[in-house]
């Protein structure tokens, strides 16, 4: 998929006769077959059941990993065993254009890269083929001077996480999921029609209310934001993370850009009187050839969850993401998916309790120079620099 493929990007192992080498235009029909069977795979083993086995989908999810590796300058590896082909690899830079100065200031990383497609045929799989796709394609970034790489992957799908175990990515975040059921028009329609939202009505007999973000609650969100990072840094095993001043600040005013937007909305928890949590979510629509991989057409991703520490296993969690649930029913979302960072034994436990699977996830490790993976010492022990 590179035009100009670098010196040094493959490699062989005659004892195995394995050969790894660029993609080439004559690759694309093992692709596209791959990919739909890949799918089918992914479909079968997920356990949110969010995917389906869709014919005639390789063909353009070919066609659109490669313009993404065309426009990201990204790299297409395949996996030759015996001269037949076994797999494959994309590697792209994670950002296009460089990641945004305020996010920056909380990582420990400054140019990352993601796996964003790899699968091993079958037959081919537990021989140390895939670990090796992947140590070609870290090194040819690690030379590029890129220092992270990121791979997300579905739950249920064994041998793609065993690769990644197996290469050194350590899990960064945790992606779940919820099924919301039918029966949502009828609220929908009441929504639209300006009755009360559902949900944000205070409860006479509790010291526990929910309403809708105000601009009063700016300082509250970026203190709830910085410390939040903190406690990231302190749990996370990836150690991706660390704490610095204002990022809280620069994070708060791109929640509330995107709550600003349509179909998007945030909810406060006040606990008499006082604000201890919030929640950010929107629609996310899904058509086209993408859609037809997914067992839904519109989803709920809730972008930032937060309940303060003096307050948590109190309900005051449970009762946000119920206002959510009630929200993106009535918008007629038929799932509602979010994340929460690997560690956090909270919000995996509010989670599991209120019928949310673990069904993705996110692991990222830092990259050497020669593009081993490795594990840097921590930058912080939690104080703001």
């Not at 394609?137 to 690690?142: V, Y």
Request: glycine residues 10%.
């Amino acid at each position: 998929m590179e035009r100009h493929p670098e010196p040094g990007i493959s490699a062989t192992s005659p004892r195995r006769g394995w050969k790894i080498r660029p993609y080439r235009p004559q690759d694309r029909k093992f692709l596209e077959v791959s990919l739909e069977a890949h799918l089918a795979e992914k479909a079968r083993l997920a356990p949110l059941r969010d995917l389906r086995p869709s014919r005639h989908w390789g063909e353009p999810y070919a066609r659109y990993l490669i313009a993404l590796a065309e426009d990201r300058q990204g790299l297409g590896l395949i996996a030759e065993v015996g001269g037949e082909r076994a797999g494959y690899l994309l590697v792209v830079p994670a950002v296009p254009h460089g990641m945004p100065r305020w996010e920056l200031r909380s990582t420990t990383f400054r140019r990352p890269c993601a796996a964003e497609e790899m699968f091993v045929l079958p037959r081919f799989r537990r021989t140390g083929l895939g670990v090796e796709l992947l140590s070609t394609g870290a090194r040819a970034f690690a030379r590029r001077g890129f220092d992270w790489l990121y791979a997300a992957y579905h739950a249920g799908h064994r041998p793609e996480v065993r690769i990644y175990e197996r290469f050194g990515l350590r899990s960064c975040s945790v992606g779940v999921g919820k099924w919301l059921g039918s029966g949502h028009r009828m609220r929908r329609r009441r929504l639209e029609r300006g009755s009360p939202r559902p949900g944000l009505l205070p409860d006479a007999g509790s010291r526990l209310r929910l309403r809708e973000f105000r601009g009063s609650d700016r300082r509250f969100l970026e203190e709830s934001l910085d410390a939040e990072l903190a406690e990231r840094v302190r749990h996370l095993p990836s150690r991706e993370l660390t704490v610095r001043r204002g990022w809280g600040r620069s994070y708060a005013r791109s929640l509330w850009t995107e709550a600003s937007k349509p179909n998007a909305w945030a909810i406060v928890a006040e606990w008499s009187g006082t604000a201890v949590g919030f929640a950010f979510a929107g629609i996310q629509e899904h058509g086209g050839w993408q859609g037809r991989a997914l067992a839904f057409r519109r989803a709920c991703s809730v972008s930032s969850l937060y309940v303060v520490p003096a307050r948590e296993r109190l309900g005051v969690g449970a009762s946000i993401l119920r206002v959510v649930e009630q929200h993106a029913r009535a918008r007629g979302c038929d799932l509602i998916r979010t994340f929460y960072p690997e560690g956090d034994r909270f919000y995996a436990e509010l989670f599991r309790r209120e019928g949310y699977l673990r069904n993705v996830g996110v692991t990222g490790v830092h990259l050497s120079p020669e593009g081993l993976p490795l594990l840097p010492p921590r930058r912080s022990s939690g104080r703001v620099t």
